[in-house]
């Protein structure tokens, strides 16, 4: 059974940082290339950051600079590192699988950010 959960979600006020953790499991990781993405209330699901199995990694213009994907193969883990966090980057962000155009999903983890 394929399974992909989050964690590391909560409340940052303006300028702080998270790191959300995957984990993966049921899938060869290693062979998978990872990605986050996050969805605000009311408006559709946008790609965050990839990285793929060889660890090429590629980022939505608006976070390159403040966020870092990263994989851990021998831990079946994927990371996402949120720097210089801003309000508008306030969302429920899913951790996804992908293997030859199939895709795997997370439950999501929620990221809050407020004063």
């Known amino acids: 059974q394929v399974r992909l959960v989050e964690s590391g979600g909560g409340l940052v006020q303006p300028g702080g940082s998270l790191r959300l953790s995957c984990a993966a499991s049921?899938?060869?990781?290693?062979?998978?290339?990872m990605s986050w993405y996050r969805q605000a209330s009311g408006k559709g699901r946008d790609l965050v950051a990839t990285?793929?199995?060889?660890?090429?990694?590629s980022y939505a213009e608006s976070m390159k600079g403040r966020f870092t994907i990263s994989r851990d193969n021998a831990k079946n883990m994927v990371y996402l590192q949120m720097n210089s966090l801003k309000p508008e980057d306030t969302a429920t962000y899913y951790c996804?699988?992908?293997?030859?155009?199939?895709?795997?999903w997370g439950q999501g983890t929620q990221v809050t950010v407020s004063a």
């Open positions: 990285i793929s199995n060889y660890r090429v990694t």
């Open positions: 996804s699988g992908s293997r030859n155009g199939f895709n795997y």
């Open positions: 049921g899938i060869g990781f290693s062979t998978y290339s």
